[in-house]
């Protein structure tokens, strides 16, 4: 197993730090954050942040994110495009850029399910967008990967596996994501199995962060709210140790990649002290961390 670094979790890096800190650190890879973000004088993990190449004009930064990434000894463990699997241009963009890269396998983003919206037709129309995503990634040579996350139409592993059954797993598949099927989509009230062989050949990818649900302050008639937020891998609700293990029962040994949006510690201590946890936890599931 090896462990990759999500750049959106460094904002406060520049891209050539972020791969020298992380080469330092012991990390294996690195997951670039693709995507036009808006501008912010302070960095922050959804604007302004440092560590982030910009969708447009990524056919030039090649190179670029090359030499970055090999010059600091790292490998790609893919890239984190913020395109919709609908837009079929950029989704073809993407695809070329990441075969050009070398990175394997780009992750991208899902219809969300809102107020106003029909759950079959978003469905039917990404089935569809699945399938053309499928054919033009096969051409590339690449895989794409759609994540399980929170309020989408595939925030479960059986909405993924049902909206992909019958496509080439070498060329589209999944991205789970403990943090995310903690706030909303996890499978299994036992084990954390359930979810991992619902997708079977499917499993492609893995995310790791860890959520906290809190209550808010009861209102007049006794009602409480609740309401989740992004907590550090070691004391959020999410079994992270219990996750390697499920991982492991499945055979799952491809990359990990950490997602970190907290704030608690220092951002080089917080990344640092994620990858120990992260190496204890598999090597105490099992794994051979490389």
């Given at each position: ?8 979790s ?6 050539a ?18 995507v ?10 959804w ?18 994110i ?8 790292l ?24 075969a050009a ?6 992750r ?43 309020g989408?139409?595939t925030a479960?592993s ?9 496509l080439?797993?070498?060329a589209?598949?999944v991205m ?7 706030v909303?989509?996890r499978?299994g ?9 619902i997708?079977g050949?499917y499993l ?5 962060k860890?959520?906290?649900?809190r209550p ?14 992004w907590?550090p ?9 219990g996750y ?10 491809g990359?990990?990649?950490?997602e ?9 201590e ?14 105490a ?6």
């Open positions: 197993m090896r462990f990759a670094l999500f750049t959106g460094t904002p406060e890096w520049t891209t730090e972020v791969a020298r800190k992380a080469a330092d650190q012991g990390w294996r890879g690195l997951e670039w954050r693709v036009d973000q808006k501008p912010s004088d302070v960095p922050g993990f604007a302004g942040s440092l560590s982030t190449f910009p969708l447009t004009g990524i056919e030039e930064l090649v190179p670029e090359v030499g970055t990434t090999n010059g600091a000894g490998d790609f463990a893919g890239v984190a495009a913020y395109v919709p699997i609908g837009d079929r241009g950029d989704v073809e963009r993407v695809l070329a850029v990441t890269l070398g990175a394997g396998r780009v991208l983003t899902m219809p969300k399910t809102e107020a106003g919206t029909d759950y079959a037709e978003l469905f039917a129309q990404a089935r569809a967008d699945a399938e053309f995503a499928s054919e033009a990634a096969a051409h590339r040579g690449v895989q794409v990967v759609i994540q399980l996350h929170h989408t139409i479960t059986s909405a993924a596996r049902q909206l992909l059954d019958g080439d797993p070498a589209i598949g789970h994501d403990l943090g995310n099927t903690t909303e989509g499978e009230l036992q084990t954390l199995a359930t979810g991992l062989q997708l050949e492609a990818h893995v995310h790791i860890n959520v906290v649900w808010g302050e009861p209102q007049e008639d006794g009602t409480v709210d609740w309401a989740w937020s907590a891998l070691r004391t959020g609700m999410a079994d992270v140790p390697f293990r499920a991982l492991h029962s499945v055979g799952y040994d990359w990990v990649t950490l970190d949006f907290t704030t608690e510690l220092p951002l080089e917080r990344i640092a002290d994620d990858l120990a946890y992260l190496t204890a936890s598999a090597t599931a099992g794994y051979e961390v490389k």
